[in-house]
Nanobody, 120 residues
């Protein structure tokens, strides 16, 4: 079982910044990609940003230029630096990891979610 532990999140004013972090642990052989998704009230869970083991990134159009995803492959961690936050960014943010475990099985794991609230 692969577990993801998130930190960060909280309440921030519009225009402010937050940094989310996620650490993967368990019977991990390789992690192919990690990412962040979010779900706002009344909305579906949407992609925010992903990063592969070779450093390739993908961002939602709504966060390009404001959010930056980074990864430390050696420590199985992924961070999301969020700048110029808007009220529309308010959501529960979920960490995601995809890879293979020592049983040669593909895993696709999710964190518990952390609340980000952007409000004055």
């Amino acid at each position: 079982q692969v577990q993801l532990v998130e930190s960060g999140g909280g309440l921030v004013q519009p225009g402010g910044s937050l940094r989310l972090s996620c650490v993967a642990s368990g019977r991990i052989f390789r992690i192919f990609a990690m990412g962040w998704y979010r779900q706002a009230p009344g909305k579906l869970r949407d992609l925010v940003a992903t990063i592969t083991s070779d450093g390739s990134t993908n961002y939602a159009e709504t966060v390009k230029g404001r959010f930056t995803i980074s990864r430390d492959n050696a420590n199985n961690t992924v961070d999301l630096q969020m700048n110029s936050l808007k009220p529309e960014d308010t959501a529960v943010y979920y960490c995601n990891a995809r890879g293979s475990d020592y049983d040669l099985k593909i895993f696709h794991s999710w964190g518990q979610g952390t609340q980000v609230t952007v409000s004055s």
